[in-house]
């Protein structure tokens, strides 16, 4: 079956500007998460939607970044005012329930470019 | 939170050769650990789960171990093959908070023909 689809797969925008991310998870996963994967360093989580229930944005790195997700499937990841720090590898997973037992399937990732 | 640790940070081997990868782990509350790979300009591929309450799992030639008390995993890749050269990445699920996972910087492996 398809896989957790990413669009765009590369992005590249002048510093200051908007940016959006979108993922389509797999059909029926209820949980879907935002990492992020910098230069050099490891994933770091930045935000999950479970269902129906408020996402957890725990990881945000500031409120220039926010996320929705409507109608329990796609999400959109928005990046305002974007910095050149904001360059990095923006993936997206998905899970068929938020449990923990499940394991998480990624999608191919957004490469982000701030110039 | 969490920290997680790789060892090595890249590995470079000849085919045919049997190699051990490592992981540790700072709170070993864990939910459960997975193993990933990462081809250049990829996603994360899965590559096994293991729960907290087991002790190892097996896919194919990899075999993942979990040992919770002394905050460790090993992923063994026996007979390693060229087309296995990847970075290797694990990662641990917490058991409160955002259940969310928390990944080491990976192994860079390289394999040899």
């Known amino acids: 079956g398809a896989g957790v689809s990413q669009s765009p797969s590369n992005k590249v925008t002048e510093k200051g500007k908007d940016v959006e991310l979108r993922c389509d998870p797999i059909s029926g996963h209820t949980a879907l998460y935002w990492y992020r994967q910098s230069l050099g360093q490891g994933l770091e989580f930045l935000i999950y939607?479970?269902?129906?229930?408020?996402?957890?944005k725990s990881g945000l790195p500031s409120d220039r970044f926010s996320a929705e997700r409507t109608g329990g499937s796609v999400s959109t990841l928005t990046i305002q005012r974007t910095q050149q720090e904001d360059s990095a590898v923006y993936l997206c997973?998905?899970?068929?329930?938020?449990?923990?037992?499940?394991?998480?399937?990624f999608g191919p990732g957004t490469r982000l470019t701030v110039t | 939170k969490q920290e997680v640790t790789q060892i090595p940070a890249a590995l470079s081997v000849p085919e045919g050769e049997n190699l051990v990868l490592n992981c540790s782990f700072t709170d070993s509350a864990i939910y459960n650990l997975q193993w990933f790979r990462q081809d250049p300009g990829k996603g994360l591929t899965s590559l096994l789960l293991i729960q907290s309450s087991q002790r190892e799992q097996t896919s194919g030639r990899l075999n993942a171990s979990l040992d919770k008390s002394s905050g460790r995993s090993t992923l063994y890749i026996a007979a390693s093959q060229p087309g296995d050269s990847a970075t290797y990445l694990c990662a641990g699920r917490g058991q409160t908070g955002a259940n969310n996972l928390f990944f080491g910087t990976g192994t860079r492996l390289t394999v040899i023909p």
């Open positions: 997973a998905s899970s068929p329930y938020l449990g923990g037992a499940y394991e998480q399937y």
């Open positions: 939607f479970q269902g129906n229930s408020a996402p957890d």
